[in-house]
């Protein structure tokens, strides 16, 4: 094929075509226009972009992908024909004629779709219920994927936000579509994983920076039956109720990171978390915490020194009576 550019009125061939394909000026699909320094796209430009998903024009240039395709060189098809490029002919011929029967269907969409199955059917098995899991555990399963997955998304983007003119096509391409996979990979994980329910541990969650208290209202509730567990601090204790749900929370108001009244806004503005009883157990005023209840939301409060008694409003709850 003979491709010819007119630039600033003056005819440019390529000789080496025009030595191959004397006779084959008639074709002006072949031809691209530069007109005001911009390329004109011809129709052999365009079917070229259907037929492989590429560029033919890129940043003011005739790619290279569509030099070869003229050519007629082959082309592998991004979403198709790439898994030549790893497996047997025998292999592809075999998934090209597993995607006609079943639609289009890319290598990462594949993937995504068996671990999707493999998930549910495993979901299913008795042998690896959800109410088994340990949270610890799909904490540190979601923390492992996670953490190569933020240097593989991080560098991707940087490169793409600070090195676009320096990559070409064919290495830009693949820096997009690896930085698209981890978003989505990453939205799979989150959906999956972060969000999976786990069944109750203990009944009441204490966040108290006071160790002496924690172990007197800990041993408390376990004489009635009931399992309590302390944490030390607002974080901590935010943290804990991303591994388990507790039926209620006694909070203490000061505490050495954040405050009460803060992290009672959070738990109530959470939708996992909103339902979920919370109780001030503070030695501030009784008038200033009922200042701050409609604020926080907070379910009610107990004072400090508190008798044992003060709990009776707790143990109703735990037990589902009104």
């Known amino acids: 094929m003979d491709l010819t550019i007119k630039f600033s009125g003056k005819k440019i061939s390529d000789p080496e075509k025009d030595k191959k394909n004397p006779d084959d000026n008639k ?3 072949s031809r691209a226009f530069i007109n005001n320094n911009s390329i004109e796209k011809t129709e052999d430009m365009i079917r070229y972009e259907l037929e492989t998903g590429r560029y033919s024009i890129w940043r003011g240039v005739i790619t290279e992908g569509y030099r070869k395709w003229q050519a007629g060189e082959k082309i592998y098809h991004r979403d198709k024909e790439r898994i030549s490029l790893y497996v047997s002919e025998d292999t592809k011929l075999k998934w090209l004629d597993y995607t006609k029967n079943n639609g289009t269907l890319t290598i990462s969409k594949l993937i995504r779709q068996s671990v999707e199955a493999f998930i549910e059917a495993k979901s299913n098995s008795a042998e690896l219920s959800l109410a088994r899991f340990n949270p610890q555990k799909i904490s540190s399963i979601s923390h492992t994927l996670k953490e190569p997955l933020t240097s593989i998304k991080g560098y991707s983007q940087l490169l793409l936000e600070n090195y676009r003119e320096k990559l070409s096509e064919q290495v830009l ?3 997009k579509n690896i930085f698209e996979q981890s978003v989505l990979l990453e939205k799979k994980i989150i959906n999956i994983l972060d969000n999976i329910k786990v069944e109750t541990i203990y009944d009441v969650l204490l966040i108290e920076d006071d160790l002496a208290t924690i172990r007197l209202i800990t041993s408390y509730f ?13 974080s901590k204790g935010l943290e804990e109720l991303g591994q388990s749900i507790p039926k209620l929370i006694l909070l203490d108001i000061i505490l050495p990171d954040l405050s009460g009244y803060d ?3 959070t738990i109530k503005s959470d939708n996992e978390w909103a339902d979920i009883p919370v109780y001030f157990l503070t030695a501030i005023a ?8 409609k604020d926080t939301n907070a379910n009610g409060y107990i004072l400090k020194p508190f008798n044992f008694s003060d709990f009776e409003i707790i143990f109703n709850i735990l037990d589902g009576k009104p």
Not at 222 to 234: A, R
Not at 286 to 293: F, P, T, W
């Open 27 to 29: 074709n002006k699909n």
């Open 173 to 175: 391409e693949t820096v």
């Open 222 to 234: 376990e004489s009635k039956g009931y399992k309590c567990k302390g944490v030390v601090s607002g």
């Open 263 to 265: 992290i009672c806004k």
């Open 286 to 293: 009784g008038s200033e915490v009922e200042k701050n209840l």
